[in-house]
């Protein structure tokens, strides 16, 4: 059985050494007293937050050193304990790192029951990143036809499904990614008005002015710091920015300020943070709201998948670098 390990704390941006990945034989057989389940993972996430449980002194848990890396994942039930599941059901939620686990409260997962799309979007589109853009993007953005909106890290995870909601909700959207081959796939793949560089842009404030000559109505925040700043200088009045992430200042330590807040005052902006888990319990509506889009080819989702959890770590450190192309999956298995 393939494990990755914590191995320690981590301050600044968090290196391949900062995880073991070790190999044990075990029986594949649920203990006697367990009542829960005995799975086989086939896919594992690789996602942003993660970073904060490596910090010793985080807002709520954390990783302890030395044992298993967790985080969101698919897999598929060998044996049951619980009267709830069965042999061969599909699940996904939080999960251990490692090819086989014992799972003693599989009521915590939700079980999969379509599976005419790819399992790995159930780490994806139709997992947690897909919550987050779904209802991030829709209550917390109140969108209305015909308005301008922004996007950062726009052909990530979560990124990339935001533009493609807005653009069917009748948005002007512009997205900013750190690549060529990002910007190429916001344009020609998932439709976005227009596209910037942040790396090749020397003012972030004339870029957004190039693409925003009217201003910015909806900013969906996964970025923080200089893009931040250099929209509160762009927002039109009533505009709304939701505060999903901010990954620039995550192996900062100490996060950099923001000056032109006042802009909230002038602008009448709301800027409201909001977390996946908040929204789990209407994971049905979402399914509802998903699944035809992507049935009927209205969403496209890009994944970047590495194979086998010995590579898991550097996927999962290559966020912070911007080495993912879409959505960071680990498959581990496609039996
Ligand atoms: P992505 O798939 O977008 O991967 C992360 C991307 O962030 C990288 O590919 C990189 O793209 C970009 N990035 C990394 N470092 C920087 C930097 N210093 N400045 C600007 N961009 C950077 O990740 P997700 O879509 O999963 O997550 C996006 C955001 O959403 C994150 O902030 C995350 O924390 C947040 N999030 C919040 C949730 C919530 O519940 N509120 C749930 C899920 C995600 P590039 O090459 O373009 O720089």
Redesign the pocket.
């Known amino acids: 059985n393939k494990q990755v390990i914590f191995r320690d704390f981590v301050s600044g941006f968090p290196q391949e050494s900062d995880f073991i990945v070790s190999s044990s034989s075990i029986r594949l057989k649920l203990p006697e007293a367990s009542n829960g389940v005995l799975l086989k993972t086939l896919y594992l996430s ?4 993660m ?1 904060f449980l490596m910090e010793s002194r985080p807002p709520a848990t954390s990783y302890s050193p030395g044992s298993l890396l967790f985080g969101f994942g698919v897999a598929r039930v060998l044996e049951s304990a619980h009267s709830n599941f069965k042999e061969g059901d599909l699940l996904w939620g939080m999960l251990k790192w490692e090819e086989y686990s014992v799972v003693e409260e599989p009521e915590k997962l939700f079980k999969i029951q379509h599976t005419d799309v790819p399992l790995s979007y159930y780490t994806g589109i139709l997992g ?2 897909g ?3 779904y209802f ?1 993007f829709h209550d917390i953005c109140s969108p209305k036809k015909g308005e301008y909106v922004f996007v ?9 499904l935001v533009g493609q909601l807005a653009k069917l909700m009748g948005c002007y959207v512009v997205g ?4 060529r081959e ?1 910007i190429e796939l916001l344009k020609n793949k998932f439709g976005f008005d227009e596209v910037f560089n ?2 090749e842009e020397r003012d972030l404030n004339a870029a957004l002015k190039r693409c925003f000559p009217e201003g910015i109505d909806i900013y969906f ?5 200089k ?1 931040l700043d250099a929209v509160l200088l762009n927002m039109r009045p009533h505009g709304r920015i939701a ?9 900062l330590g100490q996060s950099e300020g923001v000056h032109n807040l006042l802009r909230l005052m002038t602008q009448r902006v709301r800027m409201e ?6 929204y789990f319990h209407r994971y049905a509506e979402f399914l509802e709201a998903m699944l035809p889009y992507i049935r009927e080819g209205k969403i496209t989702y890009v994944e970047d998948t590495v194979h086998g959890l010995e590579r898991g770590p550097a996927a999962l450190i ?11 999956v680990v498959a581990i298995s496609t039996e």
């Open positions: 690789c996602d942003p937050f970073r947690m990143p919550i987050t853009a991030g950062s890290a726009a052909s990530g995870a979560v990124g990339q900013s990614a750190g690549s990002k942040y790396k925040e996964n970025v923080g710091g893009t505060v999903c992430g901010m990954i620039s200042q995550y192996n943070g909001f977390r996946a888990p908040d290559g966020l912070f670098s911007g080495r993912n192309v879409g959505k960071q």
